[in-house]
T-cell receptor, first 115, second 115 residues
């Protein structure tokens, strides 16, 4: 078990559903991230939070809505998704918002399938 | 801007054989370099990193990588692979770009170890 826990591990949802992904880190890190991983594509950075404040939003469609109530928890709220949104969604954390030297600690991901 | 190229999308190898996974990067400034491993149905795990100093970096599970500044490469090697090394391997580069060290990931290389 890593220090970053993601739930659920698998999620199947219809295009009209609303669901949320949860991420929790037990490492005392101050920065948390959402990444999208699609087959044979580079990891796509979606959102960055530093001390609960969003510092980066990589032109993500509004059907993805992040929430960071505290430095340990990160949510990704999903609504009216498209089939092309099916992917592995990874949460990561780092000591501070510049993970340049420490790198990331990743969770195991949520495998999302939109039908 | 920084970018990462992993030259091989898939590398098949027999157990106990040596392996090299190639990674080239481009950046106009000093870089930090990382290799991550992703086992099936899991998130990414940091294998090793180069920050400064010795160009040969040793990581977990018997892997090592060599930083070559003139060739802008950071190839990953293991002298003798095991079946359990079958996984996806990601190279990442981090440099001070826009005030942030957010890393850029390559597309990944699938290492397939055959008995």
């Amino acid at each position: 078990e890593t220090g970053v826990t993601q739930t659920p591990r698998h999620l199947v949802m219809g295009m009209t559903n609303k669901k949320s992904l949860k991420c929790e880190q037990h490492l005392g890190h101050n920065a948390m991230y959402w990444y999208k991983q699609s087959a044979k594509k580079p990891l796509e950075l979606m959102f960055v939070y530093n001390f609960k404040e969003q510092t980066e939003n990589n032109s993500v469609p509004s059907r993805f809505s992040p929430e960071c109530p505290n430095s340990s928890h990160l949510f990704l709220h999903l609504h009216t998704l498209q089939p092309e949104d099916s992917a592995l969604y990874l949460c990561a954390s780092s000591q501070d918002w510049n993970p340049g030297t420490d790198g990331y600690t990743f969770g195991s991901g949520t495998r999302l399938t939109v039908v | 801007a920084q970018s990462v190229t992993q030259l091989d999308s898939q590398v098949p190898v027999f157990e106990e054989a040596p392996v090299e996974l190639r990674c080239n990067y481009s950046s106009s400034v000093s870089v930090y370099l990382f290799w991550y491993v992703q086992y099936p149905n899991q998130g990414l795990q940091l294998l090793l990193k180069y920050l400064s100093g010795s160009t040969l970096v040793k990581g977990i599970n018997g892997f090592e990588a060599e930083f070559n500044k003139s060739q802008t490469s950071f190839h990953l090697r293991k002298p003798s692979v095991h079946i359990s090394d079958t996984a996806e391997y990601f190279c990442a580069v981090s440099s001070l770009s826009g005030g942030s060290y957010i890393p850029t990931f390559g597309r990944g290389t699938s290492l397939i170890v055959h008995p």
